[in-house]
């Protein structure tokens, strides 16, 4: 199998090829690299060769690189799998600086052979450091192409030299969204940052970048961190601008990962250092910073979760091999902030939507939402006014439930009420083909007890979004007791129609992300009945990766529905109910009238445009703060441990059937510390034992909720880990 072709025309211009085949994307293997190697080789070592275009037999350049280069790296390494990467990752850096300094003399920067890089679309990781070895970037004026360098987004930074050559390139300040935040670019603006140097008409793209090569000087060719008296933009470390640059640097980096996240902090150290060195030098150490990187757990339980199991999910893992059943027609029942939010993103998709709700009014807002998202996408030139009128035209907003005739999926979003909902169910499927599947969009109520109401079981199924839709990644789908597989199929290549990542698991109360988040509600505000200072809960949170604290989570999903799922699961487990202790607080809040960032009061106070303030000091006029308070293991511990074991419950009861749906639904559903790689990736991390010992001793001192599950225990006596015993983790993808 060839990756790369080579071919040199009548003017002594070689071209070398990137097209993987089989693949709409290249990706580069540990193949692809020996026989880029050897073109690069055999360019330089011909006399006949005048120059080189580097460039992509696709409509893109290129996605990544293949993640299984660094495991096999690892394990070709044996003992000492930190060697082995460093090797292999040094070996890499030669033939990119090998093409970089395209056989010029190293004292005089004369003799080169002029490289560019034509790029017809897409270049991302890798498929932006080939090119930033190459002396010219020419890009082909695609708005739809992405140019970038992603990889922090998984827990790695760019390794192999996309960090040392655009901190020199650009400076450390100018590189920093790029790298720091993997900022992703359309040609244009990725011209205009001075990552790429020409933008030009598709067709001329190969003929702009031969002209160039062909008339192309010694000194066009030198890189500027090549030539005498080179000086970083923005000044170096030493510098006093680039003294103050570093410093904010510094302080931003660990602001925003709370110094949880390594990769952000080893890609700024390696800036940092290799800002002091020449080129050469810079690449070693970059390649060390990558190299400790990649050695974190963190990092690679990203990868794996944040990626490689992400991607496996969005491409049917867990599909029952049934045919084909992409949507053609949705009906949404209901037009409030749920079902408007499904029927944008499924008009988006290029499904055909019928928008139902009882009154024309509440219909008509519902699609409006739609309308509102498309018209800041036109402010911000990311949608055309043809595609806003293209994706309202597809929604039909109506109270006429005769309109959801030939729709192939329902999706219900009306009242949490299992009566209502139960109306709706048998009204709907009186109308609608025999065939159409209908999906409740419920966040609590068992998907079991609903199919009651349908006369087709097998074809009832669950499909929960979370809040906003248009924002969030993750759609959990749940299978009850009577589910067939169409029902399941059918949901899963919905959720691949509107690019979302999928998990499946089977009812139960709260299905798996509920179980886990709410726990996690509860233990921070059975925390703050107990008189642990507020601010220690929150900030002990956020010091672990979660986006949100407890308190503030609660405010922003609302406190009175907190009482509403409180009375609720009372309701249902009667003298079982273990969260009397929570219900002090949230009821009291209730009473007082503070709701959450709707009401503009909750545990936080809010100004008159919504925007939260500090936390709300009248709390401990009711629930004072305790003279002695706790040490910050001991609230993180709880917080942890509050959804973890959920987690592990869930697999046990076998409402999961697949950790990786369980790490991938807790980053993407509620935010669950993207650098553990999730709840059963972290308890791998700390080891079962350790997590044991921690849930002994949360349960000696509060009570029964930190129980040790057998499955962990177990895990503990063996030595195993999850992902030992339960995962695959063995799919391939780019990064």
Not at 334 to 358: F, K, T, W
Not at 379 to 394: A, F, I, N, Q, W
Not at 639 to 659: F, K, W, Y
Not at 698 to 722: I, M, N, Y
């Amino acid at each position: 199998m060839t990756d790369f072709h080579y071919s040199v025309d009548a003017d002594g211009v070689a071209t070398i090829t990137w097209d993987l085949p089989n693949k709409s994307m290249n990706v580069l293997s540990m193949e692809g690299i020996k026989e880029f190697d050897a073109c690069i080789d055999k360019a330089l070592g011909d006399d006949a060769v005048k120059g080189i275009i580097v460039t992509s037999g696709k409509d893109t350049f290129a996605g990544g690189m293949d993640l299984n280069i660094i495991a096999r790296m690892k394990e070709e390494a044996g003992d000492e799998p930190a060697k082995g990467l460093f090797e292999g990752l040094m070996s890499m850096h030669a033939i990119l600086r090998k093409l970089e300094r395209a056989g010029m003399d190293p004292k005089t920067n004369k003799g080169g052979k002029p490289v560019a890089c034509a790029m017809p679309g897409t270049g991302l990781g890798i498929g932006l450091e080939i090119p930033l070895a190459c002396h010219r970037i020419f890009v082909a004026d695609n708005p739809k192409a992405k140019i970038g360098l992603p990889e922090i987004k998984v827990g790695i930074f760019p390794g192999m030299g996309g960090t040392t050559r655009v901190s020199r390139l650009l400076g450390a300040m100018a590189a920093a969204p790029i790298l720091l935040e993997g900022k992703l670019m359309d040609p244009k603006k990725a011209k205009s940052s001075g990552i790429v140097h020409e933008v030009v008409e598709p067709s001329e793209l190969l003929a702009k970048a031969k002209d160039w090569v062909l008339n192309a000087k010694d000194a066009d060719i030198v890189k500027p961190w090549d030539a005498k008296g080179w000086k970083m933009p923005g000044g170096a470390p030493y510098h006093p601008a680039g003294f103050m640059t570093f410093v904010g640097a510094s302080a931003m980096v660990h602001g925003n990962t709370q110094g949880v996240y390594p990769a952000a902090k080893a890609l700024l150290s390696a800036v940092y250092e290799g800002a002091m060195v020449p080129f050469d030098t810079a690449i070693k150490i970059e390649a060390r910073w990558f190299t400790n990187v990649l050695m974190n757990p963190s990092s690679s339980n990203m990868i794996r979760s944040l990626f490689i199991n992400k991607e496996a999910l969005e491409k049917g893992a867990n599909r029952p091999a049934v045919d084909d059943q992409t949507v053609k027609k949705v009906g949404v029942l209901g037009a409030g902030m749920m079902g408007a939010g499904i029927a944008y993103v499924s008009a988006n998709a290029g499904i055909e939507v019928v928008l139902i709700d009882q009154k024309q009014e509440a219909a008509d807002k519902g699609k409006s939402y739609s309308e509102t998202i498309l018209d800041k996408g036109i402010s911000r030139k990311k949608v055309t006014p043809e595609k806003k009128e293209e994706v309202l035209g597809r929604i039909l907003a109506t109270t006429d439930l005769d309109a959801l005739k030939g729709c192939d999926l329902i999706i219900e979003a009306v009242f949490e009420d299992i009566g209502v909902k139960a109306e709706m169910t048998k009204k709907v499927e009186a109308i609608v083909d025999e065939n159409c599947i209908f999906a409740s969009n419920t966040s609590t109520l068992p998907i079991s007890e609903l199919a009651k109401a349908s006369v087709r079981p097998d074809q009832f199924i669950g499909i929960h979004f979370f809040s906003p839709v248009d924002k969030m990644l993750l759609v959990e789908i749940i299978k009850g007791k009577q589910t067939g597989d169409v029902a399941v199929a059918k949901a899963l290549d919905y959720v691949r129609q509107i690019r979302k990542t999928p998990i499946v698991v089977n009812d139960a109360r709260f299905f798996y992300a509920n179980r886990c988040i709410i726990p996690y509600i509860n233990e921070g505000v059975r925390m703050a009945a107990e008189g642990v200072d507020l601010p220690l809960i929150e900030n002990a949170a956020k010091l672990l990766g979660f986006p949100l604290g407890p308190l503030q989570l609660i405010d922003e999903t609302s406190i009175d529905l907190g009482v509403k799922i409180a009375k609720a699961t009372k309701a249902a487990m009667g003298d079982d109910y273990p969260d009397e202790a929570v219900d002090e607080v949230v009821f009291w809040m209730f009473d007082q009238g503070r709701l959450g960032k709707k009401a503009g009061a909750g545990f936080y106070d809010y100004d008159e445009k919504g925007k939260r303030g500090l936390l709300w000091k009248g709390f401990t006029d009711e629930f004072p703060a305790a003279d002695a308070q706790p040490d910050l293991d001991e609230v993180q511990h709880r917080l942890m441990m509050a959804q973890v074991l959920e987690a592990v419950r869930a697999l046990e009861d076998g409402v999961l059937t697949d950790i990786r749906e369980g790490d991938v639904g807790a980053i993407l559903g509620w935010g669950f510390a993207p650098w553990s790689g999730g709840p059963f990736a972290w308890l791998d991390i700390i080891g079962a034992a350790k997590a044991v010992e921690i849930c002994d001793n949360l349960t000696a001192t509060h009570g029964p909720r930190f129980k040790t599950p057998e499955l962990l225990r177990d895990l503990a006596k063996s030595g195993e880990t999850f992902y030992g015993r339960f995962g695959t983790g063995k799919d391939s993808k780019a990064a």
